[in-house]
C-alpha cells in the first residue's frame, strides 16, 4: 500500500520514491505526493520519473498511476514525482473554502441533503436536494465564511481512524468534519471568495465558489 505523504505534508512538490508495481501503463509507488480524485477534489497534474500522468485513481487504499505507455520503468526503479504545485495549492484552497461554505449551509438550513460536489482548479461547486433559492443566504453565509477565513484561525488534520485511513479536518470552535483531502493549515490562505447560485433542476440548488 502506497504511504500518502500528500497527508503528512500537503506542501510537499516533488519527491523520491520507488516503483512498488508496473501493470503495462499502469505504476505503483512506495510513497506519493500525488493526490488521486476523491471526495470531488480533482487529482493532481505532474510526472513520476519524468513521464506525465495521465490519470490517477484510488481503489480502496491503494493509488494507480498510468503513465504513458512508453514509459519503461519497471518495479525497484527510483523515481521522483512532481506535482503542479500553483493547481495543487489552488486545488487545496477552494476544497477548503466548499467544506467551510458547506458547513455553514448546514447551520442555516438544518437537515438538507448534499447530492454532489466537485473541486476544481477554476472553481468548486456544492449541489443541495432544496426546493427553494438558496439566494437569500448566500450574503450571510458569504460573510460568516469570510469572517472565519480573514480570522486566520488553524486547521488541524488527523486520522480519526489510521488503519482504514478516515481523516478528518478541525477548526476550534468552529466545525470537525471528516474528510481526506489535502488540507491547508490556516484558514487566512483562502483568501477572498465570491459565490453563486445556479439552479441545476427541481429542487435542487447548486452553489459555486470562487476565489477573487
Same mark, same amino acid.
Given at each position: 500500500? =502506497? ?14 520514491? /520507488?516503483? =512498488?508495481?508496473?501493470? #503495462? !501503463?499502469?505504476? =505503483?509507488?512506495? $510513497?506519493?505526493?500525488? &493526490? !488521486? ?15 506525465? %500522468? ?10 494507480? &498511476? ?6 519503461? *520503468? ?19 484552497? *477552494?476544497?477548503?473554502? !466548499?467544506?467551510? @461554505? ?6 442555516? *438550513?438544518?437537515?438538507?441533503?448534499? %447530492? ?19 439566494? +437569500?443566504?448566500? +450574503? ?20 480519526? #481512524?489510521? #488503519?482504514?485511513?478516515?481523516? /478528518? ?17 490556516? =484558514? ?11 439552479? @441545476?433542476?427541481? #429542487?435542487?440548488?447548486?452553489? $459555486?465558489?470562487?476565489?477573487?
Amino acid at each position: 500500500m =502506497t504511504r500518502k505523504i500528500f497527508w503528512e505534508d500537503p506542501y510537499l512538490t516533488t519527491l523520491s520514491t /520507488y516503483v =512498488t508495481s508496473v501493470q #503495462d !501503463a499502469v505504476i =505503483t509507488v512506495e $510513497e506519493t505526493i500525488f &493526490y !488521486a480524485l476523491s471526495g470531488g477534489q480533482e487529482s493532481d497534474h505532474g510526472t513520476i520519473g519524468g513521464f506525465r %500522468v495521465i490519470s490517477a485513481r484510488k481503489e480502496e487504499q491503494e493509488i494507480f &498511476y498510468e503513465l504513458p505507455e512508453d514509459h519503461a *520503468l519497471q518495479v525497484g526503479d527510483p523515481v521522483e514525482i512532481t506535482i503542479d504545485w500553483e493547481r495543487r495549492y489552488r486545488l487545496m484552497r *477552494l476544497h477548503f473554502a !466548499a467544506e467551510l @461554505v458547506l458547513e455553514l449551509f448546514y447551520r442555516k *438550513l438544518g437537515r438538507v441533503d448534499k %447530492v454532489g460536489a466537485h473541486i476544481a482548479e477554476e472553481k468548486a461547486r456544492i449541489d443541495f436536494s432544496w426546493p427553494q433559492s438558496i439566494s +437569500p443566504l448566500l +450574503p450571510d453565509i458569504d460573510a460568516d465564511a469570510q469572517r472565519l477565513i480573514d480570522e486566520n484561525r488553524d486547521i488541524i488534520s488527523a486520522f480519526s #481512524d489510521e #488503519d482504514a485511513e478516515r481523516r /478528518y479536518w478541525r477548526v476550534e470552535g468552529f466545525a470537525e468534519v471528516p474528510c481526506g483531502g489535502t488540507h491547508l493549515t490556516r =484558514t487566512g490562505e483562502v483568501g477572498r471568495i465570491s459565490m453563486k447560485r445556479k439552479n @441545476v433542476g427541481k #429542487d435542487k440548488e447548486r452553489v $459555486e465558489i470562487y476565489l477573487d
